[in-house]
């Protein structure tokens, strides 16, 4: 089945930045639903950006200003880009979208799936 793939994390220092990327390892129909998610540690998993079906993002008031997440559907990718970063977002970053496919069988497929995670650390 198709599984998300996510790239780009890794170590920052303060005010810099890194840019996340998703896709689903295989070939798609469609895009729907997507969203970036963060857990820091010992915290519950938090919303950072989701895109909508009209391209509008709607962020976490933390993030504003500095994230932007976007998508290129041409080539079945969604990013995350993060500038002027800060210790408070380290975390694992989490992709999440809700694709269709065709599957071996020539079956349509609606499915979610969330990438494997991502680490992003900003020491302090």
């Known amino acids: 089945q198709e599984q998300l793939v996510e790239s780009g994390g890794g170590l920052v220092q303060p005010g810099g930045s890194l840019r996340l990327s998703c896709a689903p390892s295989g070939s798609i129909e469609n895009m729907y639903a997507m969203a970036w998610y963060r857990q820091a540690p010992g915290k519950q998993r938090e919303l950072v950006a989701n895109i909508q079906s009209d391209d509008r993002v709607n962020y976490a008031d933390s993030v504003k200003g500095r994230f932007t997440a976007f998508r290129d559907n041409a080539n079945n990718t969604m990013y995350l880009q993060m500038n002027d970063l800060e210790p408070e977002d380290t975390a694992v970053y989490y992709c999440?979208?809700?694709?269709?496919?065709?599957?071996?069988?020539?079956?349509?497929?609606?499915?979610?799936?969330w990438g494997q995670g991502t680490q992003v650390t900003v020491p302090s």
């Open positions: 999440y979208l809700e694709f269709s496919f065709f599957d071996q069988e020539n079956l349509w497929n609606r499915v979610t799936r």
